[in-house]
Every structure is written in C-alpha cells, then in structure tokens.
C-alpha cells in the first residue's frame, strides 16, 4: 500500500513516465528523421528514379543554387506566404470572433463557412479552374465582362487568383481555432469592461485582441508555415505555370523530381524546404515570448 | 486447444488478403498473379476495356486486371512505380527516348525472341509503326493501339462565315488571323496548360523549314544540334503568330487532359486546332453533330516557303505500345505474353478501334475502314500515315525524360514571349547528352 503511494507521489512530482512518449517517437523516428536523411543523402548522388544510385558530389546542390527558377520559386513561395497571410489572419480572426457568439444563426454560419474545408484540395481546384475559365467560366455563362479574365493563364493576376482560393479554403480552418480561442476568454473580463463603459469596439481591441495572443500565435504558425506545403491546390489549378508564375518551392521540387527525373537536385530543394519550414516555426515560436507553450487555463 | 485458435487466426488472415487482393473493381476471378495493365483515359479507353473484358472471360485463369490514368499523371506514376519496383505487368508506352530509359535500366523485357517464334504477331503491324518499339535492333516494345498523326482540324461554318479556306501556306495561315480576330472568333485553340500541344507547332515548323535531319540531330545529341537555323526560325514564327493573337485567350490556362482545347473548335469558339487524331473519337462522342454533320475540316500542316521539309511529312504518335516489365513474375510474364498474341487485335477489337473514328496499326483493314461512317477521317489518317516520307515521333518522348521536361518547360516560355528564340536554344543545347 505505502509502496503505491510513494509512486504514485513521484508520479506526481515527475510528470508522467517518458515510455509514454515512446510509441509517438518511433513513428517520428522512422516517418520523419530517417526519410530526412534519406533525403540528405540522395541529395548528393545522381539518380533519374530507374536506374542505378551513383555518388555525384555537391553536383545537385550547385545545379540548384545556381539555377535561376529555384530563386524565382522562393520568391513565387515567399509571395504567396505573404499575400496568404495578409488576407487569411484579418478575416479569420473577424470571423472567429463574430461566430463565437452564442445566437443560433450564427452556429447555422460556422457551419457553412466550415464547408470548404471539408473539400479535398483537388475537387476545389477543379472547381475553381472550371469556374475561372475565360471561354465556359461563370464570366461568359453568366455574361459578366468584368468576370471574364484569364485568371489563369495571366502571370500578373495568377498569383493574387491563387491565394484567393487558398484563402477560400483555409479560412474556415484559422476561423475555427479563432473561435475556439474566443470561447476560452472568460465573460467576466467582458462583464467588467462594460460596467466601466467601454464599447465593443473598444473590448475587441482591449480584451479580445490580447487574450488572443497565443492563438493568433498558433493560427499565424500554421498558416506561414503551411503556405510551404501548398502544392496539390496549385498542382491542379495552375500546374505552376503559366511559365513559372506560380511554380513555388513544394511544386518545384515535385517537378524536378517526377518530371525532369533529376532526384538529386529535387532532393536539395527538399531539403532546403525543410530548413525554411525549421526556421519560419522557430522565429514565430520566438515571438511568443518565454512562456509560450505554457497553458493558460489554471490547472491544466 | 491453442494449435486450433492459431489455425482460425490464419485462416482469417488469409482471408483477409485474399479479400484485400479482390479490391480492386476487377472481376472475382483476378488474383494477385494476375497480370497488371495501366491504360490510358480518353480515347482509347473503351476500346481497351473492351478488349480486356473479352479476353478475361475467354481466359478466366488468365485474367488481366486493368486500370485507367490521365496521360500527364500516368507519365509520372508509371515511372515512379516502375523506379520503386511496383510497376504493372503490362506497362503503357510511345516508344522513343523514354522506352531507352527504361531498356537501359532492365526494366522491361526484350520480345525478339518471343516475336521470332511468333511470326503471325509482327505480321500484322504496319511496318513502318513496329520499328518505334525498337531499341538497337531488338523488339522491346509492340503497337497497341491506332496511329495517331497530328492534324490540322478546323471549323468549317466558321471558314463559311468568313468565306476563307483552310490554310495550305504560313502566309496564308498568318493572313487568316485577323480575318478571324475581326469575327469574333479566335483564330487557334490551345491547350497550353499542357505544355505538350504547343511542341506540335516546333515539331511541324521545324520538319516544314528544316526537314526531319534537324530533329534527327537533336536526338543524336549532336554538340549545338539545336543551334539550327531552322529552330530560330520556328520559335520566331510561333511568337509571331501569338503576337499577332493567334492564339485563343487563355490557352496558357487551358489543360488538353480536359479536352476543353477541342471543345473550343466544336462550339465555334474557335476556328483551328492542332491535335493529335486522337481527338476525332474525343469529339465524335462528344460533339456527334459537329463531326457527322460535315462541320469537321482537317488537313495536313501548311507548307514553309523555301522550306526543305516534304510537305508530305507527319510527326506524332505512329502508336502506342505495350512492354511487358522484367520485374512480374513468370506467369504474369507468361499470360502477358499470351494476351499480346491472341487477344489484342483480334478481329472485334480492331473493329471497336475503327468504330470509334480510329485507324488501327494493322495491315489489311482498308474495305473496314471504307465501310465505316468516318471513313472520310479515317482514310485520311491512314493515307497520311502510310504515305508520309517520314513520321517524326513526338519529341517529348523521343528525347531522354530530362531533355525532354526542359524543352516543354522553355517552348512554354516562348509561348508566353518570356524568352526569346535565341534564350530557348542557348539553354536546350545545354541539356544536350543529359
């Protein structure tokens, strides 16, 4: 009986036993740091995916650094990152905070606007490629002139027509967490601010806005760190072109790799992928000052 | 008492994977020796299970198991599969650099002498078609399918509406333009999406300009092969007709895998495409009124003046073809081998292949293709195909993987007057030998 005890207090003092974490760290081990030093190490052979693997030097790390798409991939992924930020946090958050309010039309909304995420990546850029198309889109069938553009195929406005239908299925996501994150802020806060007087406004930017903080933290995380991801949305809609307007990195590595049969140099730009996802998530990890991870609810 | 539990426990696993084997919408009778076959969507799709229909029920211990692929992500998957040792038993193909790629890997398996010990099989090819499955002199590789010339179909109310003909020169091709922007009408469809359709304007301009030794020289990676006059000349025709808005709005957006590109000539909303004849049995189940109401036009590519190249002359796809992979077993091998000499072209499939407005790569079928309602496209294909001094096989596939992804990823450029012709060959000859 005292044995149970005194274990069950060590339990306590220490935190749980670190075998728990064991199945998790198998699954990260052989998924993930294993692949990435496959990764690192085709990066320095020659390989066209058939035939033998053979050691090849820093050939493919030259061959990327110096070829000029890979710069205009960075930047195509740099843009989309900024412009998908810059429009998706304003409205997701506006969002998350207008339906975390209790009224019953407002549970019907969340519902709708969470319907986009529901659909794969592909079906929505099929959808969109169908709807944009200058000849059979909704412009001539609808015979809106303004709406007949070549969204697509004009490297000026491809980029901005991409992150819109990024934008339109990652909102609901980044709303959700927002409203989660509202939920969380207790009423009494809001109850004081409105005997003193203030307005709702003036609670948004007083209450809401910093009680937010770790949220907006998480949501801008995902969505920075996720915009390197994009690519089956893109692949679809785009395949990107025209040229190499929207050819970002994610995409630019596939294509090296699957189309151009050059494993090695799609494996450098694999992995300087995983270096700008590494550094992106520690800077805005950074931001959230010391006790970032720490819960906020007492007791948890 | 445990000895029986551990029996049950292995009889419900084998179970299990028997159950897991039968998953796919193949018949009950496919197992997991069954021979595997990635066909291709579109055209040909039907016709292919058609054929693979009729054999597994002829041949229920034989029985092939099929599934279809769009043609840009079927180039991509096949290769991967094959790379990681999971490709099919019957692996899908246009001859050409690519099917080097997979002799020089020992991915797949030389026919000769199978072909040697069954003569009836190559008889029946045209053969001028068999010889695109060849690498040094051995038989890798076998037609499967129809030749597919690329055409140049056009609108005929459109050309009524204007009163204009078909082109037969550039000149006159280029003065067609405006006639058609002034109608309302774009003058070219173009599925630019897919890089692919814009080689078929390089391919024709360079054979018209430069005959099929500049191609050949290429593909020889001869130093500075593509430094040719002819190429220059080529691009700076095709930029030419993009600037002057040859080209319907929007084709850099357009995906041919979609066939929107056809779609365009057939409601009018364009005048001319440059397709592949594969396209005629997408638009005669599509659009039947367009195709059997008379409003189909095609002809051959227009002629260059001073050009060297023999009008005559075609470039695309002679066929497709099967190899059968050296990585399936020896009864998948085996049943492959059996369906590729009994059960492909038997007298029904060549019929089903002609019914649906294509020419088969066989000899002796002119009195089926005169009976058919599309014989006027038919023979016309097949006139083309057998009278061509030359049949150039599309580039992309007649060059090395790498080369060719590079040349589409430029032409595109060109297209989208991103680069000049000069930028497209200076970068090309680097990828010489790669």
């Known amino acids: 009986m005292s044995v149970t005890t005194g274990a069950s207090r060590r339990t306590l003092e220490k935190g749980p036993s670190g075998w728990l974490a064991a199945p998790a760290l198998v699954f990260f081990l052989l998924f993930a740091i294993i692949p990435l030093f496959g990764v690192l190490f085709l990066s320095f052979t020659r390989w066209d995916g058939l035939g033998e693997i053979t050691l090849d030097g820093v050939s493919s790390w030259t061959t990327v650094l110096t070829d000029p798409i890979t710069g205009n991939a960075l930047l195509v992924t740099a843009k989309i990152m900024f412009f998908s930020f810059i429009v998706q946090a304003p409205i997701s958050l506006l969002l998350g905070v207008f339906t975390a309010a209790g009224q019953k039309y407002r549970a019907a909304l969340a519902v709708l606007y969470f319907v986009p995420l529901l659909l794969s990546s592909a079906a929505v850029a099929i959808a969109f490629k169908a709807l944009l198309d200058p000849n059979f889109g909704l412009g001539p069938g ?62 948004f930017f007083s209450i809401t806005l910093p009680q937010l903080k770790y949220t907006i933290i998480t949501s801008s995380t995902l969505m920075v760190v996720g915009s390197l991801a994009y690519f089956d949305l893109i692949f679809v809609l785009t395949a990107g072109g025209p040229g190499y307007a929207t050819r970002l990195l994610p995409l630019h590595m596939y294509l090296t790799g699957f189309k151009a049969n050059d494993m090695g140099a799609a494996s450098a730009l694999g992995v300087i992928l995983v270096v700008i996802g590494l550094v992106l998530a520690l800077l805005l990890q950074r931001l959230g000052g010391k006790n970032r991870n720490d819960s906020q609810l007492e007791g948890a | 008492m445990f000895n029986r539990k551990l029996r049950s426990t292995a009889l419900a696993a084998a179970l299990t994977l028997s159950l897991a084997a039968c998953g796919s919408s193949g018949p009950a009778n496919v197992s997991a020796d069954s021979p595997s076959m990635w066909g291709l969507t579109g055209g040909n799709q039907a016709n292919t299970q058609k054929s693979i229909d009729a054999w597994n029920t002829a041949h229920p211990d034989q029985s092939i198991k099929l599934d279809f692929f769009a043609n840009d992500a079927y180039k991509t998957k096949v290769r991967t599969a094959i790379g990681a040792g999971e490709g099919p038993t019957f692996i899908y193909g246009w001859g050409g650099g690519v099917l080097k790629s997979y002799v020089d890997s020992g991915q797949i398996e030389d026919l000769t002498d199978f072909i040697a010990e069954n003569p009836e099989v190559k008889d029946r090819y045209l053969p001028s078609i068999i010889k695109n499955g060849q690498v040094d002199g051995k038989i890798y590789a076998l037609p499967n399918n129809n030749v597919q010339p ?59 300009i430069g005959g099929p030794e500049v191609f050949n020289n290429i593909a020889a990676n001869k130093p500075d092969a593509w430094s040719d006059p002819a190429v220059l000349e080529s691009l700076t025709k095709i930029q030419d007709l993009v600037n002057a808005g040859g080209f319907i709005n929007g084709f850099s957006s357009i995906a041919a895998d979609s066939n929107a590109d056809q779609a365009l000539l057939y409601t009018g909303k364009a005048a001319m495409v440059l397709q592949g004849g594969w396209i005629y049995q997408g638009m005669k189940k599509d659009a039947p009124d367009f195709t059997k109401g008379g409003k189909l036009g095609f002809t051959t590519f227009p002629t260059v003046e001073g050009g060297k190249g023999d009008p005559a002359n075609i470039v695309g796809n002679p066929s497709n073809f099967w190899s059968v992979s050296s990585k399936a077993t020896d009864s998948q091998k085996a049943a492959a081998l059996e369906y590729i000499k009994d059960g492909m072209f038997t007298d029904a499939d060549t019929q089903t292949l002609i019914d649906s407005g294509a020419v088969p790569v066989v000899t002796g079928i002119e009195s089926k293709l005169e009976a058919s309602p599309d014989k006027e496209f038919l023979n016309f294909a097949y006139g083309l195909a057998k009278d061509a001094p030359n049949f150039q096989l599309s580039w992309d596939q007649a060059l090395s993987p ?21 930028q497209f060959v200076a970068t090309m000859n680097a990828t010489i030998g790669k």
């Open chain 1, 142 to 203: 609808l015979g809106l002139p303004f709406l007949t553009q070549d969204w697509l195929g004009n490297s000026d406005l491809v980029l901005f027509v991409v992150v819109f239908v990024i934008a339109w299925q990652f909102v609901p996501f980044h709303t959700l967490i927002y409203q989660g994150g509202v939920r969380q802020i207790p009423t009494s806060l809001y109850e004081a601010a409105q005997i003193d007087g203030a307005g709702r406004i003036q609670q």
């Open chain 2, 150 to 208: 690329v055409v140049l179909y056009f609108n005929k109310d459109l050309f009524d509406r204007i009163g204009a003909q078909p082109p037969k020169t550039w000149d006159q091709l280029m003065a067609l333009v405006p006639k058609f922007k002034e109608a309302g009408v774009a003058p070219f469809s173009l599925g630019g999406q897919s890089k692919w359709p814009d080689l078929m304007w390089l391919e024709y301009l360079v054979d018209r």
């Open chain 2, 402 to 422: 790498a080369q060719g992804d590079a040349m589409l990823a430029n032409l595109d450029q060109i297209f989208l007057n991103k680069i000049t012709p000069e």
